[in-house]
C-alpha cells in the first residue's frame, strides 16, 4: 500500500532528508575537516507591513523577531507567515466569542455545543501548523545556535602525519 503505481503521492518532507553542511563535515575525513565549516547566511530583519490592524501588528512584533531568528521568515516567506498571523487574529476573535457566550447553547433541542467551537478548533489547527513551519513551536529539543568553532575541532585526537 502506497508504493510506486498506487496513486498516493509522498507527504512534503517526508522521506530521508539530505545531511546539512555540519553532518556532512563531522562524518567526512580527516582531510575534509580541514576545509572551513558552513557558515549561516546573516539574519536578514525587515518592518513589518503597512496597513496592518493593531493586532497583527501586535502578533507581528511578538513572533517575527523570533522568526527572524530562526531564518524562515524572509520576503519570499512573508506571505504565509501573514496568513498565520490572520489566522492569530480570527482564533482569539472567535474564542472571545465563546468566552463571551459559554461552551454550550439552550435551544428548542436542548442543550447544544457553541457553533464557533468546531470553527475555533480548525483555526487552532492552523496556527499550530502555522508555527511549526516557521519554527515557532517547541520541537521537544532545543535549536542550538550555530556557532564558529575551530577548523578541526577533532584535531587533538588525531595522530600525527
Given at each position: ?80 507567515f ?37 470553527d475555533?478548533?480548525?483555526?487552532y ?12 513551536s ?21 595522530e600525527?602525519?
Amino acid at each position: 500500500m502506497g508504493g510506486p503505481g498506487s496513486g498516493k503521492l509522498a507527504k512534503p518532507g517526508s522521506g530521508e532528508k539530505a545531511a546539512d553542511g555540519t553532518v556532512a563535515w563531522l562524518a567526512g575525513t580527516a582531510a575534509r575537516r580541514t576545509k572551513a565549516r558552513p557558515t549561516l547566511p546573516p539574519i536578514q530583519t525587515f518592518d513589518a507591513p503597512a496597513g496592518l490592524l493593531a493586532p497583527q501588528r501586535a502578533i507581528w512584533d511578538r513572533l517575527a523577531p523570533h522568526a527572524f531568528a530562526a531564518r524562515t521568515l524572509t520576503r519570499a516567506t512573508e506571505a504565509s507567515f501573514l496568513d498565520v498571523i490572520d489566522c492569530i487574529v480570527m482564533r482569539d476573535e472567535v474564542k472571545a466569542a465563546i468566552d463571551h457566550d459559554g461552551l454550550t447553547r439552550e435551544d428548542e433541542k436542548g442543550i447544544r455545543k457553541h457553533p464557533l467551537l468546531t470553527d475555533y478548533r480548525g483555526l487552532y489547527q492552523r496556527v499550530e501548523a502555522g508555527l511549526v513551519r516557521f519554527s515557532l513551536s517547541p520541537l521537544a529539543k532545543p535549536i542550538l545556535p550555530f556557532e564558529e568553532g575551530p577548523a578541526d575541532p577533532f584535531a587533538g585526537f588525531e595522530e600525527p602525519t
